[in-house]
């Protein structure tokens, strides 16, 4: 009799075991969509502010390459923790292992309500700004197309990760595509012999990096893959070089094609520096082509980032059961949806905000910086504080001279989250208010598991 009793809640357990993502991104696919969530906006609007900063043409060119060169010490960080701890939740599980759940609560509470959503909302309004400059549709055009972006890829990622992953890679592959065009445009055009800008004041050197940085953010999101990369120990190494490789590389040639195009005292000048020099090269034509380069450039981001923020949640529904209804994965699709729904209404709800404020993008930037940059700081922090607790765990990879390197990253984002709260305003005390506000539902919900 018992051996029976024992066979049937064999039998409850097995059928009611939560559904847990499989490995099916291929390194391609990992590629593709940490490509496409960093070439976004940034690259379009931050190279003209980058050679405000710089007195020669060899010094914008070292900036971008420096901004490649943090990032692949971070990625190599991020190497480890991801190889070592593969989970669905990324830095939210590492969070949780080198500091508790209360931590990684916090994060994944600034995740899903500011640093992620606010990514969305930022991205889904350059592309509503540019796709407004080819078909209008009224007094709040970028708004209306920001909130239709943000559904309809929400829906698309719902459908499932075989649509979601395919329509990225096209993505991805149209943005650089585009990108190379006019970097072979740029290059091949009539050198601009403008008069040289005056050599950048002292202190200047942190701000042009902040930009820079800014533009290369995003290549952290492979964390959030790891479990479902195949052969993810090996692939996710590899999915991160090749991806800081190709962005770094598009990132110098593009700024080299700025500079033959423009020079550098238009470039410095510029308020919009790639469609001047398509306006230069093509006219009219021209600057409509970039507009649609950049709403496809923008997509892209704003797809991928959904479909990364979805995980956290995901992770953070199955460890805390006030969020309980998000820890939830449907086998077919295979998707995250009550986590990838209320991420889209978060979303919207900040499209509204910055359609309040009349300032849509300023707005997300103030927003989400600082909560960026200081849990990035506390990430960096937790591969330290791993190596010394857990020194006899398997390391499949482990970052080139510990600790230096990671010491290096922590030190980066030290000095951003510095200058994100130097450099913003209102946006940013939100953005902590939000954060903060997420401490009494910890509390709450530790009263609710207490009492079950």
Request: with cysteine.
């Amino acid at each position: 009799m018992s051996r029976r009793k024992d066979y049937s809640l064999l039998q409850q357990s097995a059928t009611t075991e939560v559904a847990a993502p499989k490995p099916s991104l291929r390194l391609p696919d990992a590629v593709a969509l940490i490509v496409g969530i960093v070439i976004g906006a940034g690259i379009f609007e931050t190279p003209a502010l980058v050679a405000n900063q710089a007195g020669s043409d060899i010094a914008v060119l070292l900036f971008w390459l420096i901004g490649g060169v943090v990032s692949l010490v971070g990625a190599l960080c991020y190497a480890e923790l991801a190889t070592v701890y593969p989970d669905v939740g990324g830095a939210y599980y590492y969070l949780k292992r080198a500091f508790g759940q209360r931590v990684a609560f916090l994060f994944a509470w600034a995740r899903m309500t500011v640093i992620q959503t606010g990514s969305i909302a930022l991205l889904a309004f350059v592309f509503g700004d540019y796709v407004s400059q080819i078909w209008r549709l009224g007094t709040f055009s970028s708004s209306i197309y920001a909130a239709i972006a943000i559904a309809l890829l929400t829906a698309l990622n719902i459908i499932g990760l075989e649509q979601g992953k395919w329509t990225q890679n096209l993505l991805s592959a149209a943005k650089v595509l585009g990108l190379l065009l006019v970097v072979i445009l740029g290059l091949t055009a009539i050198p601009n012999s403008a008069a040289p800008v005056e050599s950048a004041s002292s202190g200047t050197w942190g701000l042009a990096m902040v930009f820079v940085l800014l533009s290369y953010g995003g290549w952290n999101e492979a964390a959030y893959i790891s479990a479902e990369i195949q052969d993810g120990r090996r692939n996710i190494v590899r999915s991160l070089m090749w991806s800081i490789g190709i962005i770094t590389a598009i990132y110098l040639l593009i700024n080299l094609a700025y500079l033959r195009g423009l020079g550098l005292a238009n470039m410095a000048q510029s308020e919009a520096v790639a469609a001047d020099l398509m306006r230069s090269l093509w006219g009219a034509p021209g600057a409509l082509f970039i507009s649609v380069l950049i709403a496809i450039a923008t997509l892209g981001a704003t797809n991928a980032t959904i479909f990364t923020g979805a995980r956290t949640n995901f992770a953070l529904g199955q460890d805390f059961s006030l969020f309980g209804f998000m820890g939830h994965w449907q086998q077919r699709p295979s998707s995250p949806t009550h986590a990838l729904l209320l991420q889209a209404a978060i979303a919207l709800a900040l499209v509204f905000l910055g359609t309040l404020t009349r300032k849509g993008f300023e707005t997300m930037v103030d927003y989400t910086a600082p909560i960026f940059w200081f849990f990035f700081l506390l990430s960096g922090i937790s591969l330290l504080v791993l190596r010394i607790r857990e020194p006899h765990i398997v390391r499949p990879f482990r970052v080139p001279f510990y600790p230096f390197t990671p010491l290096l990253f922590c030190a980066v984002c030290a000095y951003l989250l510095y200058s994100s709260l130097v450099y913003t305003g209102v946006g940013a005390v939100a953005g902590v208010l939000v954060v903060a506000a997420g401490i009494p539902l910890l509390f709450w919900n530790n009263y609710r598991q207490g009492r079950a």
